[in-house]
């Protein structure tokens, strides 16, 4: 199986931009697709950003079309995502994930989250 640790979270004013990091280790042999979701206090959890193994098809919840943009090194086994214009609702606990297997992905694999606090 595969470990994931996020990074980069923290405390931004609104209109600011943050970079998280997901590092994969383990089974990292194995193509893999990587999602981000988050989770607001009292919310759900949510879909943030997909992408696949390649990097070649990349996904979107609507509200992050156009400020948060997901990307991937394979050779550093770590994903990203840049989150730009971020909101106050955009606080909360961010979590990567992993998915063995085609689409749609199934993500089994959870990183322990990071915090992401946008004051206004």
């Known amino acids: 199986q595969v470990q994931l640790v996020e990074s980069g979270g923290g405390l931004v004013q609104a209109g600011g931009s943050l970079r998280l990091s997901c590092a994969a280790s383990?089974?990292?042999?194995?193509?893999?697709?990587m999602g981000w979701f988050r989770q607001a206090p009292g919310k759900e959890r949510e879909f943030v950003a997909g992408?696949?193994?390649?990097?070649?098809?990349?996904y979107y919840a609507d509200s992050m079309k156009g400020r948060f943009t997901v990307s991937r090194d394979n050779a550093k086994n770590t994903a990203y995502l840049q989150m730009n214009r971020l909101e106050v609702e955009d606080t909360a606990v961010y979590y990567c994930?992993?998915?063995?297997?085609?689409?749609?992905?199934?993500?089994?694999?959870w990183g322990q989250g990071t915090q992401v606090t946008v004051s206004s």
């Open positions: 992408i696949s193994w390649s990097g070649g098809s990349t």
């Open positions: 383990g089974r990292t042999s194995r193509s893999y697709a």
């Open positions: 994930a992993a998915a063995y297997g085609p689409y749609p992905y199934e993500y089994d694999y």
